[in-house]
């Protein structure tokens, strides 16, 4: 370690004065100018807030977009949702790989650029996408942007040199209702609705019926009015924008296009609980907004709308600061978010206490998605019954569809609650689908023949993904593409989730004849179907419940691909014993032919 | 409230369990002498809640016993036939994520995975064993550091925490790849501020950390978990 990254580390340490909280941030922040985290740095760190060098190691080791081994002066990481595959990502990531002379997930030698995959950047419907050192991306690659690109990674040309048009990131906004429209940045409007007793916003909300748009659907004044009762003197309001279901981007838009009504909502549910602070937790893949979003807050501030007496209230203080994520998708978890924003590893945390009852430092918090608070700024304007006049009588309002994969016009589509999903795909332009993955993968993959139902909490929930699947698109490798993402996302705390995720890679893997040398047989799709019960029945967090749901609608729906796949008429164990011997060969040094098992080839 | 001594019971199996204010489930059993199996919990530190090997059914709901609170009235079920395999199968799960040699460790006998899986009946694998790479760490004088046989417990995070105040340990990695972390200078046991005298070096329920030089003591067959009542 030199003592320019110790300066570093000095620099990010004294601006966040030392926080032991901020960690994630001041982890982020030296990486930035250090590339990577070594060890020694990690252990400067903790001394200098006062945590052992474990805990920071384990903080580090915890998030994807930290990098505790040497990586390149420039990152590249490719976006690995199926909608990028479908793109053709991979033989984009091959080919700036072929051409860079370097593997998917090593350094250049000299280096000078690494080159990897991540999860969903929330670019699907302009992917294939990249992120570049966390901090830009570039959007719609295709193979002269790829090669233009191995030529100025070659080149050592900084990012910001890069081609502007590069990073150009559309709304592509395709169908707007209520919430695309927009609501004009209107500072008188919204101190008059703060000055209404905060039971009265409450009440407004609790009439709207609105629910969280997280994908749980909880109503959301049930939530604010348990923090609104607990006991104690401080609260605070938490905005997850942590959109990091893949194939999801409508929370991206609406904080680059809606922001002043996301704000405007956190600062109706600061009133109505009465929290003095607010966070948006922002995730890493979304950084290049923050300083677009820091210019907005600064101009509220100076707009009166935040800080003391905000919008005018006397007695109202309240601010809000934003937090970026490092890569961690179980942080969209509000429990596991606020374990972030304390500075740990995104761990779900025990519950109860629920963070209504005991959030961020104790205190009681209400989380809520983007577009939940952008709803709440709406309804504060124009009353919760007009909400509540939208949608279904259980699921009121409208709902922000994220569309991509095939079809002629993805982006985002707003309608109200109950709309079909015929209905979405004749309007994106999607004849020929024979799946939808609504939701995400952590939501429901829904075959043509149920494309007649209804985008509501009381049929088909979703938390704003909409990926088509057309006839060429094979469905194993959709749900096992689902399969290795939540494998790679588990937290790694509960035994279901962390060895469950693994194995039923593992027994993807084999069916796949990605592994090992045996064929796949129904004894191998019967140990998923026993996996999948194992993950539904009991792990510490929505991740590990939800992780098999690709594998059993799959199953369900598309079982023929699965039968297809397992053609041995018994058992085979995915055992290569000719790979078991490469330790061997290694240690010998041989490579010839007599150093190899003569094994029967798979198919 | 409703009516009296409803609000004291919760049911177990069919039997009455009393409770005390800020009980979870299995605090409240095992004070009354009824077995949740589990891994994770020590009744002297906080619970984790990750072995899930105590996942009980609380009005039809999986739940932790460990950490879900015991509720007046509540219908609680551990011995079905579902959860006695989902048991087993978590148990199995464990095994094949780390390598567990039962006749070649010290534990054996002493371990509480080993005793578990001889209670839920485990006679093989029953998935492909992940086969990890984990080199063992022998670089304290007193305690050996086996990490092949690391169920991720956090035992020894929370005693070392809560205990001892000294913080020897942590969590790191994610997924499968989740390690136990040693806070020293090069990541090794014997450049930790870890003492044989540490409860943190004594609450492994496996032979992950095994004082050193005390080696059959107790002889095999003759340890806790060798006489038959235990083995169900």
Known sequence: ?603 | MSAAGRDDFFELDGQRVPLQPGDTILRAAARAGLDIPHLCWHPDVSASASCRLCTVLADDRPVAACVAPAVAGQKVECRTASLDTQRLRLLQMLFVEGNHFCPGCEKSGHCLLQAQAERAGMTDLHFEALNPERPVDASHPDVLFEPNRCILCQLCVRASDEMDGKHVFAIGGHGIATRLLIDSPSGRLGDSALSVDDRAAHICPVGALLPKRVGFAVPIGERPFDTEDTRG
Request: charge should be neutral; hydrophobic fraction near 40%.
């Open chain 1, 1 to 603: 370690m030199n003592d320019a990254a110790l300066a570093a580390a000095g620099t990010v340490l004294a601006r966040w004065r030392q926080d032991p909280h901020a960690l994630v941030q001041i982890l982020r922040e030296t990486q930035a100018l250090t590339h990577w985290l070594p060890r020694p740095l990690l252990a400067h760190i903790a001394r200098a807030l006062g945590l052992t060098s474990a805990q920071v190691e384990g903080v580090a080791g915890f998030y994807r977009f930290f990098h505790t081994r040497p990586s390149g002066r420039v990152r590249v990481l490719f976006s690995d949702n199926i909608t990028d595959r479908m793109l053709g990502s991979e033989a984009l990531l091959a080919r700036l790989c072929a051409r860079l002379g370097v593997a998917p997930g090593e350094t250049d030698a000299a280096g000078r650029f690494s080159v990897d995959r991540c999860s969903c950047t929330g670019l699907c419907d302009q992917g294939p996408a990249l992120l570049v050192d966390h901090h830009h991306v570039v959007t719609r690659l295709d193979a002269s942007r790829v090669d233009a690109l191995a030529d100025l990674l070659l080149a050592e040309a900084p990012p910001d040199a890069w081609p502007a048009e590069w990073f150009r990131v559309d709304d592509g906004v395709q169908r707007a209702d209520v919430l695309l429209q927009g609501l004009a940045a209107d500072a008188p409007a919204l101190a008059g609705v703060l000055r209404r007793a905060p039971q009265a916003l409450l009440d407004d909300v609790a009439q709207s019926r609105l629910r969280g748009r997280g994908g749980a659907g909880f109503p959301a004044a049930r939530k604010w009015q348990a923090c609104r009762d607990a006991p104690g003197p401080l609260r605070c309001v938490v905005c997850n924008a942590d959109e990091g279901e893949p194939g999801t981007f409508k929370d991206r838009v609406l904080l680059s296009a809606h922001a002043d009504a996301v704000f405007d909502g956190m600062t109706v549910a600061a009133r109505a609980v009465g929290a003095q602070q607010g966070f948006v937790y922002l995730r890493g893949e979304y950084r290049y907004l923050l300083p677009q979003l820091e210019a907005v807050l600064a101009r509220r501030r100076a707009q009166g709308l935040l800080g003391r007496d905000a919008g005018g209230v006397a007695g109202f203080d309240f601010d809000i600061a934003i937090h970026v994520g490092a890569g961690a998708y179980v942080c969209g978890e509000e429990s596991a978010l606020i374990e972030s924003l304390e500075g740990r590893r995104g761990t779900p945390r025990i519950r109860p206490p629920f963070p209504v009852q005991a959030g961020y430092l104790g205190r009681p918090t209400v989380v809520n998605n983007v577009e939940t608070f952008c709803a709440v700024a709406h309804i504060a304007r124009r009353g919760g019954a007009w909400w509540a006049g939208i949608g279904t009588a259980e699921s009121s309002g409208t709902k922000i569809h994220s569309v991509s994969g095939d079809c002629a016009r993805p982006g985002l589509y707003e309608y109200p609650l109950g709309t079909t999903i015929a209905r979405i795909l004749e309007d994106c332009g999607a004849p020929r689908a024979q799946a939808v993955q609504v939701g995400g993968p952590s939501g429901a993959c829904v075959p043509a023949s149920e494309f007649g139902r209804a985008i509501a909490f009381e049929d088909v929930p979703s938390a704003g993904a909409f990926m088509v699947f057309d006839g060429s698109r094979d469905l194993f490798e959709v749900a096992r593409h689902f399969a290795r993402f939540f494998a790679h996302e588990s937290c790694g705390l509960c035994t279901p989730c962390r060895v469950g995720t693994e194995l039923v890679v593992r027994r993807l893997d084999k069916l796949a004849h990605a592994r090992g040398a045996g064929r796949g047989s129904a004894f191998d799709i019967e140990r998923l179907h026993e996996l999948d019960t194992l993950l539904h029945g009991g792990t510490h967090c929505g991740l590990g419940a939800s992780a098999c749901n690709p594998l059993r609608d799959t199953l369900a729906h598309f079982g023929r691909a699965y039968v297809q796949r397992s053609t041995a008429d018994h058992f085979e164990p995915d055992v290569d014993l000719d790979a078991e011997l490469s330790s061997a060969r290694r240690v010998t040094g041989r490579t010839d032919a007599g150093a190899h098992l003569h094994t029967e080839q798979t198919p």
